[in-house]
């Protein structure tokens, strides 16, 4: 009870919600264009499945995240992971809506999901564990409150997705943005970066036009077969 009186804890609470509305767009397009080509029933249990693991994933990560963003190339590989996410996701457009489908599962777009929340959450994390100061309460108390935020996202994203979708193109290259920023981040690259602070953007945007020109051609050859 002395701690739901605390100023602190409420002020900590609040900062950690806020945050995570601010952060989550990036994964609640993820979360949409993983389980967009699923069966509406599948559709829910894909994104409360997703987004409870994911933020269970997020608490976990907490305790080494600032230790691994120390390790070169990882974000390298991370950012390649997203690039491929984007691209597959992207990729699949064309024949999202066909029955045999093998990426259509209820697994496949969870396993999709946690993957690239697990390369996207690494920085996001460390923002959340500083508003957190030490408290694992509040820790794990501001992220489950965040977990209908992020569900109610990806529901709007998926509605929004089947009658706008241009979004679908958006949203994946958004994925590419995020995967050649992560891989300009790395460790490795550091000085390069430092010399060259333009860097950062080029490989964002390397990435978006990545995914969005070699998923679109998966999806134009996919529709011809």
Request: aromatic share 6%; charged share 15%.
């Amino acid at each position: 009870m002395e701690l739901l009186q605390s100023t602190d804890f409420w002020i900590g609470l609040i900062k950690i919600i806020w945050i995570n509305i601010i952060l989550s767009g990036d994964n609640a397009v993820v979360i949409a264009l993983a389980a967009r080509s699923l069966p509406p029933a599948q559709q829910k249990k894909a994104i409360l499945f997703g987004s409870g693991a994911a933020v269970v994933l997020r608490i976990a990560l907490t305790v080494v995240a600032a230790k691994l963003l120390e390790l070169s190339y990882l974000q390298i590989i991370g950012g390649m992971l997203l690039l491929w996410i984007g691209v597959q996701l992207l990729g699949d457009e064309e024949d999202g809506e066909s029955e045999g489908k093998e990426y259509g599962s209820l697994m496949g777009a969870v396993r999709t999901i946690l993957i690239a929340d697990l390369v996207m959450s690494l920085d996001n994390v460390i923002a959340v564990a500083a508003a957190a100061k030490g408290s694992t309460t509040l820790l794990i108390l501001g992220l489950a409150i965040s977990i209908p935020l992020v569900i109610f996202g990806s529901t709007l994203m998926i509605k929004l997705m089947d009658r706008f979708p241009i979004i679908i193109t958006l949203g994946a290259a958004l994925i590419g943005w995020v995967g050649g920023e992560t891989i300009a981040s790395d460790v490795a690259l550091k000085g390069f970066a430092a010399t060259y602070p333009w860097i950062h953007y080029a490989a964002a945007a390397a990435g978006a036009i990545l995914v969005v020109a070699v998923g679109k051609y998966l999806s134009t050859r996919s529709a011809g077969k």
